[in-house]
Nanobody, 121 residues
Framework: VQLVESGGGLVHPGNSLRLSCAAS????????MSWVRQAPEKRAEWLSS????????YYRKSVKGRFTISRDNAKNTLYLEMNNLDAEDTAVYYC???????????????WGQGTQVTVSS
């Protein structure tokens, strides 16, 4: 199983960024996937999940309306579109197999290696 995130970087407040996660080694199209982030000196937090079909999506309240999770099962790729970013969004972003919610995270061993997003002027 391999999950490789990309698309992170330095962006100015108010700008947008799209993260990608290339998946391999498992049946991607049948697997619920999630995005998780961890800011410096803070606990990791679940952001969003999407079912295998892509028809059902779930979001943390604080990012709903700004972030959009999607997937392309033909490309085995998961995405996270992030809009109107601010400094509070600075974190390492991880894609993960499995689902989460406001109260719990996918298992840590199911996460990718992460991609850094820094929002700064």
């Amino acid at each position: 199983v391999q999950l490789v995130e990309s698309g992170g970087g330095l962006v100015h407040p108010g700008n947008s960024l799209r993260l990608s996660c290339a998946a391999s080694g498992f049946t991607f199209g049948r697997t619920t996937m999630s995005w998780v982030r961890q800011a410096p000196e803070k606990r990791a937090e679940w952001l969003s999940s999407i079912d295998g079909s892509g028809l059902r999506t779930y979001y943390r309240k604080s990012v709903k309306g700004r972030f959009t999770i999607s997937r392309d099962n033909a490309k085995n790729t998961l995405y996270l579109e992030m809009n109107n970013l601010d400094a509070e969004d600075t974190a390492v972003y991880y894609c993960s197999r499995g689902d989460g919610n406001d109260s719990g995270l996918p298992p840590r061993h199911q996460w990718g290696q992460g991609t850094q997003v820094t929002v700064s002027s």
